[in-house]
């Protein structure tokens, strides 16, 4: 997958916006062969509108290059070592929930060390709580990535005809909503938050939050 950062100069785009462009693995090679000018000529015409946005992209170079795997652990732990984050479950970025589910596991791991009688307990637990949330951010992202990367336009298509009506059916907002903010917790259920997690959240509203424009600009390859 291609991701390019938006230089932060820019209005339009906000500054600290990402552009991704994915390829596959086995047509990397043929990208980098064709040169940069090839690529922005099929971008501006996919996306004439662009065209000053990447006004500043010469060189390969200035795109970070990187690569996802989906990956499912049998065991999360042995002995003294666990599995946290990706390692335990890395998965495709199309659910955008890389940095939440391991921000979840470490929680998780926090309160079953703190609460366990034994470190093989409290990592048996840790394990089984997890695994009992992500594997359906695994399913749907696995389930995701070819209608979100396919290059025929009739499942692109499809995919949009599909969506918009689905976002409206009883409860598949809701659904919706908790996949993308990380509570869903199997086909039905929900991850509960606990009430001061939530009003903590309420006051560090938008006002407080502000977005980095430092980094570089990005280019990921998908498997």
Known sequence: ?????????????????FFFWSLRTDAFAQWEANGL????????????????????LTDPA????????????KTWHRGRVVLVGDCAHAMSPQLGQGVNMALLDA??????????????????AYQRERRAHVWIYQ??????????????????????????????????RGQMLRVLTGTQRGLVGRLGLEEEFVDALGSAGPA????????????EAAD
């Open 208 to 219: 407080n939050w502000s977005a980095s424009s430092a980094g570089a600009d990005a280019v």
């Open 1 to 17: 997958m291609a991701c390019c950062r938006w230089a932060a100069a820019r209005t339009t785009p906000p500054a600290g916006s």
């Open 107 to 124: 929680e998780a791991l926090t309160a079953t060390l703190r609460d366990a009688a034994s470190m093989e307990t409290a990592l048996q």
């Open 37 to 56: 000018a090839a690529w922005l000529d099929e971008l501006h015409r996919l996306w004439p509108e662009a065209c000053d946005v990447f006004a500043h």
């Open 139 to 172: 399913l749907w992202s696995r389930w995701l990535t070819p209608v979100f990367q396919s290059e025929r336009d009739a499942v692109a298509k499809m995919r949009d005809l599909a969506f918009r009506p689905m976002g409206r059916m009883p409860g598949g």
């Open 62 to 73: 200035q795109l970070a290059h990187a690569r996802y795997r989906d990956t499912i652990m």
